[in-house]
């Protein structure tokens, strides 16, 4: 059995850095990293086309493709939590 006591200031710390990394530096990434890498996609693309139309704009709309954008910006933070738990998960404690 887990016996697990959380540390709710820590987690809400770490939630908060992850979610705004999520919803500013990381769309950046991905752009720049597009264009550095010569991805054809990103090549004709303006950066403030690819913020108001395919990551930030869809928001608004509802459905899958506002999901799926949620998803993409909620990225760093499922990443780092998923990795949180499988390092307490094989830490052996």
Known sequence: MLSMKIDWSKELWLSLLFVCVGFTIWPLMCYYGGRALTIEYFQDMHL??????????????????????????????????GLRILLYKFSGK
């Open 48 to 81: 403030r086309d690819w913020a108001e139309n395919r990551v930030y704009g869809p928001l608004a709309d509802g459905g899958l493709r506002s999901l799926s954008r949620l998803l993409f910006l909620l990225g760093p933070y499922f990443t780092m939590l």
